[in-house]
C-alpha cells in the first residue's frame, strides 16, 4: 500500500469520494496492511461458495465477506486462507467470524472479523457474489478499491494514492 489509511485521509478529506468502515473489526492473519480491488460476497452461516471464490486468482483482490454478522460459527479457517494466499489475495473482510486465529496469525494475508469462534460453518453452496454489500456504514461493491492498516477500513469507487 502506497500510504497509510490516515493519510489517504488526510490527502481526499473534504472528497467525497471514499468511506470509513465503523471500527467493528479484529485484525487477523500475518499482514496488518492490505489493498487491492474488492470481490464480494453474501452468505449466513455457510462457507463452501467462500472456498470457491478463495480458490480463484484473487492477485491485487480483496474478498468482502458479508456473513450478516453471525457469531454464530466462523466462516473462514486456517485451511481457507491457505487457499486464499495461494491464490494471491491480498485480503479477506469477513463480516462474522473465524476461527485458528493463531494458526491465521501465521499467514501473509490481511484478515478482519468481527470475532473468533471456534465452531465451522454449514458446507451447503448458499451465497451470492458480486453483490453490493453493506454493513459497518459501507457500501462495498465489486472492483471498487479497499485499503485497510490498523488504523481501519477506507473503501473508494477510485483508487486512491
Known amino acids: 500500500m ?5 493519510e489517504l485521509c488526510d490527502a481526499h478529506a473534504g472528497e467525497l469520494q471514499f468511506q470509513i468502515a465503523e471500527p467493528l473489526f479484529i485484525a487477523y492473519g500475518g499482514k496488518l496492511e492490505f489493498s487491492g480491488k474488492i470481490a464480494t460476497l453474501k452468505t449466513f452461516e455457510d462457507n463452501e461458495l467462500v472456498k470457491t471464490v478463495l480458490a480463484e486468482n484473487g492477485l491485487d483482490r480483496v474478498l468482502v465477506i458479508d456473513g450478516g454478522g ?5 466462516l473462514l479457517d486456517y485451511d481457507l486462507a491457505v487457499i486464499a494466499v495461494a491464490q494471491g489475495w491480498q485480503g479477506i473482510v469477513v463480516y462474522g467470524c473465524i476461527r485458528d486465529s493463531a494458526k491465521l496469525a501465521s499467514l501473509p494475508i490481511g484478515i478482519r472479523a468481527l470475532h473468533a469462534h471456534p465452531l465451522g460453518s ?10 453490493l454489500v453493506s454493513f459497518a456504514g459501507v457500501n462495498f461493491k465489486k472492483d471498487h478499491f479497499l485499503y485497510a492498516d490498523s488504523d481501519g477500513i477506507i473503501v473508494s469507487a477510485v483508487m486512491l494514492s
Do not use: Q, V, Y
Request: hydrophobic content about 15%.
Open 2 to 6: 502506497p500510504t497509510t489509511t490516515a
Open 70 to 74: 453471525s457469531h454464530r460459527c466462523a
Open 122 to 131: 454449514h458446507k451447503k453452496g448458499h451465497g451470492d457474489r458480486g453483490l
